[in-house]
């Protein structure tokens, strides 16, 4: 499932960050917050962006606090809340004006993106991973957003695969849930 390339990696990027930056659950055991956020935010955006450059500590808290806003449209969307989720992401289109802008950079060809007015680094990252996230909410795709249903997991993730059944953030997560329930069947007889 592609949304378009340049949705698609920011949609990636807003995953990416929701699962470096927030604190919570991951593959069974806790995930605190990240004790540097410059480095952890750096890796969210390298997870998609190999080449990006270094994030400052400043940036990467504020990319943390983005990352927190992001997750709460997630967790409204696996909740069932698309009204709550479209809220959210409309907030964030508000406060970072996005807007779509045609850029070339880096030998790329022209592509779309979603910059705010700010022009900080989370600033823009906000702006962009609203707009790729109201994009895929306000299509017919929306239920591809969502949180890890194993136990002791609440990383997110997007589903792009073509019959739309994902339900685990990692094949690890995946493989977790199929050897409990190997296990709790072979307990059983």
Not at 3 to 25: I, K, M, Q, Y
Not at 162 to 182: E, P
Request: net charge neutral; with cysteine.
């Amino acid at each position: 499932m592609n949304f378009n390339s340049h949705t698609d990696g920011v949609v990636r990027v807003a995953v990416a960050l929701v699962n470096e930056l927030t604190p919570g659950e991951r593959r069974g055991r806790p995930f605190p917050a990240p004790a540097d956020v410059a480095a952890a935010a750096t890796a969210g955006l390298r997870a998609v962006r190999p080449a990006y450059r270094e994030v400052g500590a400043d940036e990467g808290a504020e990319l943390a606090a983005v990352a927190a806003r992001l997750r709460a449209v997630f967790a409204a969307v696996a909740d069932g809340d698309v009204d709550g989720a479209a809220e959210r992401v409309n907030a964030l289109l508000a406060e970072t004006q996005a807007r779509p802008l045609l850029e070339r950079h880096d030998g790329e060809p022209w592509h779309l993106h979603f910059h705010g007015s700010r022009g900080t680094t989370a600033g823009d990252w906000a702006a962009s991973c609203a707009t790729g996230l109201a994009i895929v909410l306000g299509g017919e795709f929306h239920d591809r957003l969502g949180v890890c249903t194993a136990p002791s997991c609440d990383r997110v993730y997007v589903d792009v695969s073509r019959n739309g059944t994902r339900r685990f953030c990692s094949t690890a997560c995946q493989n977790r849930v199929k050897t409990a329930a190997f296990r709790a069947r072979a307990r059983a007889e």
